[in-house]
């Protein structure tokens, strides 16, 4: 092996494990939002305007950033329009509507097909390979999540209500496909982080429509809520949703797309379904039952087998791209894009 070859080998791993960090935090912080308002929903905030006040909050924190590239607005306005209308409000809006009509667990389980959506827009769409690590970490990491969410405690249908917890999957697919778009244009590239500042900023406006925050009971925010016998700040559990579980999760999460491959890091942002009944268990006392252990392992397995053997994207390299030459890709053939 060259050396050139060698700096780069090592680099490459270098930049894998930066990104799996990156989507292990991402996955960490989205998981910690759901223990955050529940106290605040219980102490009679409604669901919608949480989420309103989520956004809004995380878009005035990340207001310098997107002063700072507001360049993007004339570079790349369809992508800012998507991220925010997609990846922002709709995962959201979607979301919270298909709850109305179905349980949650059976929402939040179709809502986590986005990573599996994300490998057929690979394989079809554009016409590249998927990994059969990544395939096979996609389908352990859903059968997983169905074990957790307990699935099985809830099951009934409603046409509608499954079809708007699909466009929260879609939505979700697109916050994956999106993160990434660009990262193959070098210093050309747009930065993350002001495309995140923006989605941020159009998501606000969105679900300022969807949500009319003038009916919030504001009020609410200056008392305490209580966390499973604990009187806490109700300004505290929203600053935590708005810095940690919001502009932590997003910023890194998109961070982490850059680096591995939206793939990837969609399997391993499943972990953000187990981490979040981990702590609701040790925070909200929500007991883990059997299956949900099982299920937590499983999805863990799926994340371990998807991200272990699918190297890094190359920093110019397409979407998808690095199957390794002892790795078949599902179509048992390499396609060029």
Not at 114 to 120: E, I, K, R, S, Y
Not at 233 to 259: D, E, H, N
Not at 313 to 320: D, F
């Amino acid at each position: 092996m060259s050396t050139s070859a060698g700096a780069h080998g090592v680099q490459g791993s270098r930049g894998r494990n930066v990104g799996l960090v990156l989507a292990l935090v991402s996955a960490f912080a989205f998981g910690g939002s759901g223990v955050a308002a529940k106290p605040l929903i219980e102490a009679g905030m409604d669901p919608l305007h949480v989420t309103w006040l989520r956004v809004v909050g995380a878009a005035l924190v990340m207001l310098p950033v997107a002063w700072r590239n507001r360049d993007l607005l004339r570079r790349r306005p369809a992508l800012l329009a998507g991220f925010g209308i997609f990846a922002v409000a709709g995962v959201q809006a979607f979301y919270f509507a298909s709850i109305s009509r179905i349980p949650v667990g059976v929402a939040l389980l179709i809502e986590y097909l986005g990573p599996a959506l994300v490998l057929g827009w690979i394989r079809f769409v554009q016409r590249r390979h998927v990994t059969r690590a990544a395939a096979i970490g996609v389908v352990l990491a859903v059968g997983g999540l169905a074990c957790v969410v307990e699935v099985w405690a809830g099951l009934s249908l409603d046409a509608l209500g499954v079809l708007l917890a699909l466009g929260a999957a879609f939505c979700q697919a697109g916050y994956f496909i999106l993160g990434d778009h660009g990262s193959d244009a070098g210093d050309e590239a747009p930065d993350p982080l002001g495309v995140i500042a923006f989605g941020l900023l159009i998501g606000a406006a969105v679900l300022t429509v969807v949500a009319r925050p003038w009916n919030t009971d504001f009020s609410i925010l200056a008392g305490r809520a209580d966390m499973h016998g604990t009187a806490v700040p109700a300004w505290v559990l929203l600053a935590w949703i708005v810095l940690i579980a919001t502009v932590l999760a997003y910023g890194s999460g998109v961070l982490a797309v850059r680096r591995l491959s939206p793939q990837v890091a969609g399997v391993v942002a499943f972990l953000e379904a187990v981490v979040a009944t981990v702590l609701a268990w040790v925070l909200l006392g929500e007991h883990l039952t059997a299956p949900q252990i099982f299920g937590g392992a499983v999805v863990l397995l799926g994340a371990f087998i998807a991200q272990s053997s699918t190297p890094a994207k190359p920093p110019s390299g397409p979407v998808a791209s690095g199957t390794p030459a002892t790795e078949k890709p599902l179509s048992g053939k390499r396609t060029n894009a």
